[in-house]
């Protein structure tokens, strides 16, 4: 920041596009999310005899690949701080949201933190990745 205090115009431009790409990275999110896992709400019998799911493994693997294709957008755009709070924040939210509504146990904060774990690993290293990547490559 200048001494005066003030910010600069080219600071506030990397502000504002970090804010933009972070908004429009959360709205992919929870878009990934729906198509993947918001619309399966019904538990499987297993073999067992037991009840799994709602997921089956191809929906998580599919909704792991959008995040990870999100993550790496983000950074390889210049926004992997960006790209890794608001894909975390998001998938977090939609899942806990998710599971909360359908969980007598009150077992889905346990995993609402996995959730936000696992992502934000993920997605961190991903976006980190993609902006060095990037950055190599100039």
Request: proline letters at 4%.
């Amino acid at each position: 920041m200048p001494e005066d205090g003030k910010t600069t115009p080219a600071r506030r431009r990397r502000v504002a596009a970090g804010a933009r790409a972070a908004g429009l990275l959360a709205a992919a999110t929870f878009v990934n999310y729906m198509i993947w896992l918001g619309w399966d709400q019904e538990k499987d019998e297993a073999p067992y005899g037991g009840l799994s799911g709602p997921y089956q493994p191809w929906q998580v693997v599919g909704v792991v690949l959008g995040l990870g294709a999100l993550a790496a957008a983000g950074g390889w755009r210049g926004h992997p701080v960006a790209a890794a709070v608001a894909v975390t924040l998001t998938m977090t939210v939609c899942w806990s949201v998710d599971a909360a509504t359908s969980d007598d146990s009150g077992l889905w904060a346990v995993g609402a933190v996995m959730v936000l774990v696992g992502t934000s690993l993920g997605v961190g290293v991903v976006a980190l990745c993609a902006a060095a990547l990037r950055g190599r490559g100039r």
